[in-house]
Nanobody
């Protein structure tokens, strides 16, 4: 059984910073991908950033240059450093794990953490 537990959300003013953390536990395969998605009210969930076990990163265009995703493999933890936050970054942020290779991995989700950016 795989579990993902997020922390670090909150309320911040525009231009501020937050760091999200997500700890994965259970049977984690060596080849995997960790990432963050977000969902704003009335909108679909969207990919924010991912990082593979090999260190390859992928970002949503609108967060490039402001957000940085990183991971600590020894702790099975993924981080999302969010800088220069904007009101449009508001939403529930979900940690995601693809446990295995792209063609065969199972997907897991955390419970979500609220990020609210005030103008």
């Amino acid at each position: 059984q795989v579990q993902l537990v997020e922390s670090g959300g909150g309320l911040v003013q525009a231009g501020g910073s937050l760091r999200l953390s997500c700890v994965a536990s259970g049977s984690i395969f060596t080849i995997n991908r960790l990432g963050w998605y977000r969902q704003a009210p009335g909108k679909q969930r969207e990919l924010v950033a991912t990082i593979s076990s090999g260190g390859n990163r992928n970002y949503l265009e609108s967060v490039k240059g402001r957000f940085v995703i990183s991971r600590d493999n020894a702790k099975n933890t993924v981080y999302l450093q969010m800088n220069s936050l904007k009101p449009e970054d508001t939403g529930v942020y979900y940690c995601n794990l693809r446990n295995g290779a792209a063609t065969e991995g199972d997907y897991y989700w955390g419970q979500g953490t609220q990020v609210t950016v005030s103008s």
